[in-house]
């Protein structure tokens, strides 16, 4: 369906009909026709909680503004050499060689290298000749000592936590004049971090890098904002499409980039409404040092905050911007929902389960 104008509030109907939008042209997959079943994903602002690799992602992301410290994994940090393989310098990395034991007669085994020092980046390798076999450690042990066995009178080894409990229970039965059994400890649960505690964490006063977002309209009433950034825009655009989705650069261009992100049929105005910033379509800019990274296309309707598209520049993939600013969109829609209450769900649009790179919805 072709829209030229629509409400917000209107879309928003559509919206939860299971409608969506790309440009002017809404649509909705017929489900017994598509070969991979599509469901849209709504996320109550105010209930929302982070999992575990989400609070491990703003953590990481975090470190990275503070201190530029960048995310690897295992042994990224190590170059291979020309042949393909890693190589180990035995003085670098403080390596010592292994005394192995034949035949009461110690041998030098030089290829087997250990670290004696506490250096975290120390390189462990083990470089050894499969064809040849392992040779055995062998060792005189003497026969352990007999004793009379544990001593019934003392109290039995416990972990520490558990006996302050203990501990804390004999003395609130002491002072209720009770049995110890019958007091009853309930586990204090520490305050839960929200989403604004790990967005809003303390930076150093000299960070690493600046991480700001810019909120720009979009659509029929471009703002001077998105006039200014519109170069820098589109090319992040073609950056991420020929990258990320393998995109031709004939189809990047100018014109395919309006019909996509920038054009909306949405008005900006909505009666009754609330919320600090106008309904309609916005791009949600995302600067790191003056530098346009990434871009999320939004709609605010009068109870939702809709993620339309994003797109980010493949450098900085490392980052899992993809999950990062689904976080920061529900952060802004909870910040729209203490102004405006009526501003309740973020809606992230279509899953498909067979799909990859929809996996971060999830």
């Given at each position: 369906?072709?829209?030229h104008?629509?409400?917000?509030?209107s879309?928003?109907?559509?919206?939860?009909?299971?409608w969506?939008?790309?440009?002017?042209?809404?649509?909705k997959p017929t489900m017994?026709?598509?070969?991979?079943p599509?469901?849209m994903i709504?996320?109550s602002?105010?209930?929302f909680?982070l999992?575990?690799?989400?609070?491990k992602l703003l953590?990481?992301v975090?470190?990275?503004?503070?201190?530029g410290?960048k995310?690897?994994?295992?042994?990224?940090?190590?170059?291979?050499n020309s042949?393909?393989s890693?190589?180990?310098?035995?003085?670098?990395?403080h390596c010592?060689p292994?005394m192995?034991l034949?035949d009461?007669v110690?041998?030098?085994?030089?290829?087997?290298?250990?670290?004696?020092n506490?250096?975290?980046?120390?390189?462990?390798?083990e470089?050894?000749?499969?064809?040849k076999p392992v040779?055995?450690?062998?060792?005189?042990?003497?026969?352990?000592?007999?004793?009379s066995?544990?001593?019934?009178e003392?109290?039995?080894c416990?972990?520490?936590?558990?006996?302050?409990?203990?501990?804390?229970r004999?003395?609130?039965?002491?002072?209720a004049n009770?049995d110890?059994?019958e007091?009853i400890l309930?586990?204090?649960?520490?305050a839960?971090k929200?989403?604004?505690?790990?967005l809003?964490?303390?930076?150093p006063?000299?960070p690493a890098h600046?991480?700001?977002?810019?909120?720009?309209?979009s659509?029929?009433?471009?703002?001077d904002?998105f006039?200014s950034?519109f170069?820098?825009s589109l090319?992040?655009?073609?950056?991420?499409?020929m990258?990320?989705?393998?995109?031709?650069?004939?189809?990047?261009?100018?014109?395919?980039f309006?019909?996509?992100?920038v054009?909306?049929?949405?008005?900006?105005?909505h009666?009754?409404?609330?919320s600090p910033h106008?309904?309609g379509?916005?791009h949600?800019?995302y600067?790191?040092d003056?530098?346009?990274?990434?871009?999320?296309?939004?709609?605010?309707?009068?109870?939702?905050?809709s993620?339309?598209y994003?797109?980010y520049?493949?450098v900085?993939?490392f980052?899992s911007l993809?999950?990062?600013a689904a976080?920061?969109e529900i952060?802004?829609?909870?910040?729209?929902m203490?102004?405006?209450?009526?501003?309740?769900?973020?809606?992230m649009?279509?899953?498909?389960n067979?799909?990859?790179?929809m996996?971060?919805k999830?």
């Open positions: 369906m072709w829209a104008t629509l409400t917000v509030q879309y928003q109907w559509l919206l939860e009909r299971g969506r939008r790309s440009g002017r042209y809404c649509y017994e026709k598509c070969c991979c599509q469901y709504r996320i602002a105010k209930d909680r999992t575990k690799s989400q609070k953590k990481k975090h470190r990275y503004l503070s201190t410290e995310p690897w994994k295992g042994l990224e940090k190590v170059k291979p042949a393909g890693v190589s180990v310098d035995m003085e670098t990395t010592k292994i192995a034949t009461g110690s041998q030098e085994r030089p290829a087997v290298p250990f670290c004696d506490n250096d975290a980046h120390c390189l462990f390798t470089i050894v000749d499969k064809n040779e055995k450690f062998t060792s005189e042990r003497k026969p352990p000592i007999k004793g066995g544990p001593n019934s003392k109290p039995k416990g972990k520490a936590k558990q006996r302050r409990l203990e501990r804390k004999q003395k609130l039965a002491a002072q009770i110890p059994s007091v309930l586990p204090k649960k520490p839960e929200t989403i604004e505690d790990f809003n964490g303390p930076m006063d000299q600046r991480l700001e977002i810019k909120l720009v309209k659509g029929d009433e471009l703002s904002s006039h950034t170069k820098q090319a992040v655009y073609s950056k991420y499409q990258s990320v989705h393998k995109d031709k650069p004939a189809d990047c261009n100018k014109t395919t309006e019909g996509f992100l054009d909306s049929p949405l008005e900006t105005g009666q009754g409404g609330k106008e309904y379509s916005f949600q800019q600067w790191l003056d530098k346009l990274i990434a871009v999320g296309v939004i709609d605010i309707l009068p109870s939702y905050v993620s339309v994003l797109y520049d493949p900085y993939s980052l993809g999950t990062y976080l920061r952060a802004f829609t909870r910040n729209l203490a102004v405006d209450p009526d501003i309740q769900f973020y809606c649009g279509y899953y498909i067979s799909c990859p790179k996996r971060y999830v």
